[in-house]
Nanobody, 117 residues
Framework: VQLQASGGGWVQAGGSLRLSCVAS????????IGWYRQAPGKEREMVAN?????RYAESVEGRFTISRDNAKKMAYLQMNNLKPEDTAVYYC??????????????WGQGTQVTVSS
């Protein structure tokens, strides 16, 4: 299983970006999928998670929305009203079941989000 994230870029404060994450693999079940981010000099933190329900970091509540399309094996993070403090590398993370490995946590490569003031 591989997770491929895309959609990062540069945006001015107040702008929007939409991140996408696709899981590759023929037979898999996405138990949970989410987004994390890591800013320079800081620890990686959870931004949004979608398992049985949606969960958000307090800092993005009301501005970010996570969604998933199980048929397409994709997850999205719609980010509105972006702030400079949202600048970070964003990572897709999923707990995915396959017949061969069972339920395993996977990380995608990061995608850079830069918000200028």
């Amino acid at each position: 299983v591989q997770l491929q994230a895309s959609g990062g870029g540069w945006v001015q404060a107040g702008g929007s970006l939409r991140l996408s994450c696709v899981a590759s693999g023929s037979t898999l079940v996405i138990n949970r999928i989410g987004w994390y981010r890591q800013a320079p000099g800081k620890e990686r933190e959870m931004v949004a998670n979608y398992g049985s329900g949606e969960r958000y970091a307090e800092s993005v509540e009301g501005r970010f929305t996570i969604s998933r399309d199980n048929a397409k094996k994709m997850a999205y993070l719609q980010m509105n009203n972006l702030k400079p403090e949202d600048t970070a590398v964003y990572y897709c993370n999923g707990n995915i079941w396959t017949p061969a490995a069972g339920s395993v946590d996977y990380w995608g490569q990061g995608t850079q989000v830069t918000v200028s003031s």
